[in-house]
């Protein structure tokens, strides 16, 4: 039975780096879809789950990506409405890769420090997709968290959004300049950047020899967002802390896409967002 994947992309063009690591990851066919709204899941998913029998369907999957975290979330929820038992197929969310991204640096974090439950994190331009499951992910695992954000009413949103999403608790600080971090950084044990391409965030003055224990920059384009990290960097120690850069995140989490993909075709009622992922990532540690 051949394994098929429906791509659902919400945006215009469906992404050619997913459909690469698909294949990579065991998928047969894949059936792509770009610029896919809300009212088109449902045929979509219909046209998938009706043309095997229930015992062939775990051979049948859906992943859901587009460049929109937010517009991502209702292509998920609408997909998974339109399934019943026994006609059910597993489905993933990774919309701008954003899951597999916070999950692989979380996991790299918890791998390193053997468990966050206690540590204080800061998560440095915290308001983006990836910013906020990474800081969802930590708190559910006991950490006390804080995100930061250039605008106060935009670090408020996110946190609202962080506590809806994952049911946890999070501050918000503002940091609209590099100079300010230092101070943020007090008795901080988990540092992570998931801000913007090219912009250094946490001079290396802020963080270096000041007890932070692990630092993970997500940013792989220079000038880095921590001062100090090294892009190939993946557990090394620097400054007293223990680092990790964009690509020794990147490396773990392609690996982790790719596994993501073989699980989605060993069973047909798998739904993989943030936290089942990160239970497979670290399974995989």
Request: charged residues 20%; negative net charge.
């Amino acid at each position: 039975m051949r394994k098929l994947l429906l791509q659902l992309d919400s945006s215009r063009h469906s992404s050619v780096f997913d459909q690469v690591v698909a294949y990579d990851g065991g998928a047969d066919e894949i059936m792509s879809y770009g610029g896919v709204v809300p009212e088109d899941v449902r045929d979509l998913v219909h046209g998938l789950m009706f043309t095997r029998a229930p015992k062939h369907l775990k051979s049948s999957a859906v992943w859901i990506g587009g460049n929109n975290m937010s517009q991502g979330e209702q292509l998920l929820a609408m997909a998974v409405d339109a399934m019943f038992a026994p006609f059910t197929v597993s489905v993933m969310l990774d919309s701008n890769g954003s899951n597999t991204t916070a999950v692989a640096a979380v996991v790299k974090i918890e791998q390193t420090l053997g468990d966050v439950k206690g540590k204080r994190a800061l998560v440095v331009a915290g308001t983006g997709p990836v910013g906020q499951r990474a800081a969802g992910l930590l708190a559910l695992g006991g950490a006390t968290v804080m995100i930061t954000s250039r605008k106060p009413e935009q670090g408020e949103k996110a946190r609202r959004s962080i506590g809806e999403r994952f049911q946890v608790q999070v501050d918000s600080l503002p940091l609209s300049d590099p100079s300010q971090a230092a101070p943020l950084l007090e008795g901080v044990d988990i540092l992570l950047n998931s801000g913007p391409a090219g912009v250094m965030m946490v001079p290396q003055a802020a963080w270096a020899d000041r007890g932070i224990k692990v630092a993970v920059d997500l940013n792989a384009v220079s000038p880095l967002g921590i001062e100090g990290v090294e892009l190939d960097d993946a557990g090394v120690a620097r400054h007293g802390a223990q680092v990790f850069g964009a690509f020794g995140v990147g490396n773990f989490k392609t690996k982790l896409h790719k596994r993501c993909i073989a699980r989605l075709f060993e069973a047909n009622n798998l739904v993989l967002d943030a936290e089942t992922i990160a239970d497979i990532a670290r399974g995989m540690v």
